[in-house]
Nanobody, 122 residues
């Protein structure tokens, strides 16, 4: 199983970035997908998640209205569109896959990507 995240980089405050996570080695449509982030010295936190099969989404309060998660089951890819970025969004962003009922918790995710760094300059 491989989850390959891409799209991170350096952006100024107020800018936008789009992250992608290409998944292989599992039946993508059967998995809930999540984006997590971890800043230096902080715990990993759930940013956004999308359920299967309904496509229902969750966004953390800190990113609600700014970040949008989506998935393309035909391309085995999950996306995170990030707008109006703030310095506090700086972190390593990870995509993850879950078949667990606890799809809003990191412990519910069994497969993780390698992470992509997002840096927002002030």
């Amino acid at each position: 199983v491989q989850l390959q995240a891409s799209g991170g980089g350096l952006v100024q405050t107020g800018g936008s970035l789009g992250l992608s996570c290409a998944v292989s080695g599992l039946t993508f449509r059967n998995y809930h997908m999540g984006w997590f982030r971890q800043a230096p010295g902080q715990e990993r936190e759930l940013v956004a998640a999308i359920r299967r099969p309904s496509g229902a989404t969750y966004s953390a309060d800190s990113v609600k209205g700014r970040f949008t998660i989506s998935r393309d089951n035909a391309k085995n890819t999950v996306y995170l569109q990030m707008n109006a970025l703030k310095p506090e969004d700086t972190a390593v962003y990870y995509c993850a896959a879950s078949q667990n009922v606890n799809w809003l918790m990191a412990t519910g995710y069994g497969y993780w990507g390698q992470g992509t760094l997002v840096t927002v300059s002030s």
